[in-house]
């Protein structure tokens, strides 16, 4: 009898010592309360040593619980047994009192309603804080869209992104006979439809189409992505090349070569040139007739935000080699509303074609103020990214 003693109080001793090393490996590891003295790590021994803190642990449906002053208590099949390893003895125990005890000790902590609150206000705040000190927008090119009114930035196409764009340029001005007419919205428009795609992050294809008479123009082309702006790079850049067909890309073939450079100025705006070299480009048909133009231009744009996702933005297209009667550089102005997928811009501008080599074609005179407010026209864009 004394060997299935000694046996017994050995299976519990060893049992005892698993469960400890249980709770200590759970325990995590804070190295900002690490000590560095001897004279610390002895006097934090000597208070472990006494604490009254109690740690439990469930191994195999056996529960054990550390009461301190190298005492613990097991639950075996609903009997209680006190173990202490100094004086080496096990007891059973029959207080109701030291059960409960270790029925509350094995029960998870349940947090009052005022420290879940806390908590979950500051998982709140960690989830949607920005790191301190980072900016609101970590990609200066997230500030602007694909477009101001009709001049190109080089925001980049991700890989495999799919979108669609859309232009529509009502062909009466709001200053012409503007109650008979309702502001311009009863007159026909010049609307353009086209695609692009993601191919890698940095090249993109596009295909564009304006299914008004007379041009009936499609436009198809590529751009690559040289730069993006960043602490040791102060610009965007990108170029695009394109071939357009008229009468559905059919007859008189335009080459384009745009490059687009911008600079984001932080969540304030930003600044964009982007100038243009058009072969065999002359706007209207049989204006000059036997003659291919190469003309070119430069335009200058400009961003103000006054939300995060909200902004005011202008350009001005000056050209030069055009010789179509009538014709002038093109000025936009506009309203542009931006999300991750979404953007949508509200246009004024006198120009109503939207192709690269037909967008800088405005109407109008620049030196009559009444003649200019008649060829100015309301209109929209809107982009959208499916993928």
């Known amino acids: 009898m004394p060997f299935n003693k000694f046996l017994r109080f050995a299976l519990i001793c060893l049992i005892l010592l698993t469960a400890y090393n249980s709770v200590l490996a759970e325990e995590p590891n804070n190295p900002e309360k690490a000590v560095n003295s001897n004279d610390e790590k002895n006097t934090n021994n000597?208070?472990?040593?006494?604490?009254?803190?109690?740690?439990?642990?469930?191994?195999?449906?056996?529960?054990?619980?550390?009461?301190?002053?190298?005492?613990?208590?097991?639950?075996?099949?609903?009997?209680?047994?006190?173990?202490?390893?100094?004086?080496?003895?096990?007891?059973?125990?029959?207080?109701?009192?030291?059960?409960?005890?270790?029925?509350?000790?094995?029960?998870?902590?349940?947090?009052?309603?005022?420290?879940?609150?806390?908590?979950?206000?500051?998982?709140?705040?960690?989830?949607?804080?920005?790191?301190?000190?980072?900016?609101?927008?970590?990609?200066?090119?997230?500030?602007?869209?694909?477009?101001?009114?009709?001049?190109?930035?080089?925001?980049?196409?991700?890989?495999?992104?799919?979108?669609?764009?859309?232009?529509?340029r009502f062909s009466q001005s709001p200053f012409a006979r503007s109650a008979a007419d309702l502001f311009g919205f009863d007159s026909f428009s010049v609307s353009a439809f086209g695609f692009t795609y993601g191919i890698t992050d940095r090249i993109y294809a596009k295909i564009f189409r304006t299914p008004s008479a007379p041009f009936r123009t499609i436009e198809m082309g590529g751009g690559i992505h040289l730069l993006q702006q960043g602490k040791s790079i102060p610009i965007s850049a990108a170029l695009y090349t394109s071939v357009e067909g008229r009468d559905n890309f059919n007859e008189h073939f335009t080459t384009n070569i745009s490059g687009t450079v911008a600079r984001s100025i932080s969540h304030y705006g930003g600044v964009f040139f982007a100038p243009t070299v058009s072969f065999n480009n002359n706007p209207i048909p049989k204006s000059n007739p036997g003659k291919s133009d190469t003309t070119g231009s430069f335009g200058f744009g400009g961003q103000i935000n006054f939300r995060p996702t909200g902004s005011f933005v202008m350009e001005f297209v000056p050209r030069v080699g055009y010789k179509t009667p009538g014709s002038v550089s093109s000025v936009a102005f506009g309203l542009q509303k931006r999300t991750y997928r979404h953007v949508f811009t509200l246009t004024v501008s006198n120009t109503q074609s939207t192709t690269t080599s037909q967008y800088n074609s405005g109407i109008g005179t620049f030196t009559d103020r009444k003649e200019f407010a008649r060829a100015v026209v309301i209109g929209f864009n809107i982009y959208r990214r499916f993928f």
């Open 46 to 168: 000597t208070n472990d040593s006494n604490s009254t803190n109690t740690k439990n642990a469930t191994i195999n449906g056996i529960k054990v619980v550390f009461t301190g002053n190298n005492e613990a208590l097991i639950e075996v099949n609903g009997q209680l047994v006190k173990i202490n390893t100094i004086a080496q003895s096990a007891t059973a125990v029959t207080d109701t009192t030291v059960a409960d005890a270790l029925a509350t000790s094995t029960k998870p902590e349940t947090p009052s309603e005022d420290t879940a609150k806390v908590a979950s206000e500051e998982t709140d705040k960690t989830q949607s804080a920005e790191p301190e000190g980072a900016p609101a927008v970590t990609n200066p090119e997230d500030y602007y869209a694909y477009e101001l009114v009709n001049l190109p930035t080089p925001k980049r196409y991700e890989k495999g992104a799919f979108n669609v764009h859309f232009t529509h």
